[in-house]
């Protein structure tokens, strides 16, 4: 064991690292099995960068957990079920929902780093701020789904409810998931208060309708 | 262009690389999908672990394609048919298939790289060595298979005739390849000769054979 696991963690941190844990390996197939769909060999490819970048976020917190002293793999078990729930209810049915996939998921997992940043303790930080700083080569999936939305101005209204339900899918996994782990619910919210865990999720309701605007698309 | 472009190599080191790019990128793909149906989140990381490699191998192909001057698109085109044709008729249907075909693709893909770092030019030696030094790695494979076989040693009849296909759909779309790309035969194949064409397929063949008895399978 190393010396930073005997400082003997908030439950909280181990249950939250590994959520976000498998988020990313399952985002990363899906992102990369998905690549086999793309239209051309470069969007393959900058879809492939994507998830190969979600990939090594899994390491890291893989590792992070190991340092802690918790298997990665029991760790991880409690959230798979609502998580391969979520991707299942999720699955994309063309080119451009895959995009709104991916941008949609980039996004709000960029919001929970973020919000979980502010609330674990220092030793959590540096990898939260590593994953951060990767940010915005999500720039590739903008781009594509503007080239869809300017070849078929009609799109538009079509991917707004796709967008519209992949939220509303995450946000009742979250719920469900906030249920029955009280302790990652006390690590992210001051005082585990139910109204402070509603005002976390419409920041990210806000987050996500401000990210689909900058798409010309409506939340 | 990069002073190394300007050595304007054989027409042959840009397709034999494009080549490799494009299975990389497709193996990828492939293995990540796949992961979403491992048994375990280990084996789904162990998966992920080898898919991440194939990407990191295929942006050092790309990076090469880029400083020999050829757009890495362009060039990979002429191989997605064939690669493709691969990839679609030897789709696995089982978790143990799945893993015959990390284990077949990655070793064939090994000895595809030996026998090129023989022929490519001194410039693209380092890139040959990069991607085998980071051979090895399949082991989680080894072991997950032997563990299928230990549980269910019936199957080894059946996985044994999986092995066989795969490695004649891969011969098969490696000899169309070859009919259309006298330059890149021409690179790896001294002088041109079928008969040492055919002599570079009989020691893939044979580094296959010996590949799937050590898993006390036959080919």
């Known amino acids: 064991m190393t010396p930073t696991a005997s400082t003997a963690p908030h439950n909280g941190v181990v249950e939250l690292l590994a959520a976000l844990a498998y988020g990313e390996l399952t985002g990363f197939a899906r ?18 960068r994507l998830a190969a970048r979600e990939f090594r976020h899994y390491e890291a917190l893989e590792q992070r957990l190991r340092e802690l002293g918790a298997d990665p793999q029991e760790a991880m078990a409690p959230f798979v079920d609502a998580i391969d729930a979520f991707h299942r209810r999720t699955a994309p049915g063309s080119w451009a929902e895959r995009l709104v996939n991916a941008y949609v998921g980039d996004g709000l997992a960029m919001d929970l780093y973020r919000e979980a940043s502010d609330f674990v303790g220092e030793a959590e930080r540096p990898l939260m701020h590593r994953v951060l700083q990767s940010e915005g080569k999500a720039e590739f999936v903008q781009q594509e789904l503007r080239k869809v939305l300017d070849a078929d101005p009609a799109a538009a209204g079509r991917l707004s409810l796709w967008g519209r339900r992949l939220m509303g899918e995450a946000m009742s996994q979250a719920q469900q998931l906030a249920a029955v782990h009280p302790e990652l619910v006390a690590l992210l919210v001051p005082g585990d208060d139910l109204v402070e865990l509603s005002r976390m999720f419409t920041r990210l309701a806000e987050a996500h309708t401000e990210r689909m605007s900058r798409l010309g698309l409506t939340a």
Chains 1, 2 share one sequence.
């Open 31 to 48: 992102l990369a099995g998905d690549s086999e769909l793309a239209p051309t060999t470069a969007a393959r490819a900058g879809l492939g």
